[in-house]
Nanobody
Framework: VQLQASGGGLVQAGGSLRLSCAASGRTFTTYVMGWFRQAPGKEREFVAN????????NYADSVKGRFTISKDNAKNVVYLQMNSLKPEDTAVYYC???????WGKGTQVTVSS
């Protein structure tokens, strides 16, 4: 399974960005897709995930109400809509399948104050 993340960039506090993660290969073997992030000097942390089958979602408390994860099964793409961004959301964002069995390359999100 190959994962390709895109959509990062520089945005002002309060702004929005949408990340995309395109999955290819044996995607039918995966169960759940998620987003993680890693800020400089910090450990990688969970952000959100979604089940391919029924769309059940989970979010970290720090992003609840601001971020929305969604999927397009036909395209094998998972999205992360990020609204009301804060400087503390600055990190490299990674998409992952099955809790980390597969990882994509990260995409940088920078939120300026």
């Amino acid at each position: 399974v190959q994962l390709q993340a895109s959509g990062g960039g520089l945005v002002q506090a309060g702004g929005s960005l949408r990340l995309s993660c395109a999955a290819s290969g044996r995607t039918f073997t995966t169960y759940v897709m998620g987003w993680f992030r890693q800020a400089p000097g910090k450990e990688r942390e969970f952000v959100a995930n979604i089940k391919w089958s029924d769309g059940t979602t989970n979010y970290a408390d720090s992003v609840k109400g601001r971020f929305t994860i969604s999927k397009d099964n036909a395209k094998n793409v998972v999205y992360l809509q990020m609204n009301s961004l804060k400087p503390e959301d600055t990190a490299v964002y990674y998409c992952a399948a099955d809790g980390g069995r597969y990882w994509g390359k990260g995409t940088q999100v920078t939120v300026s104050s």
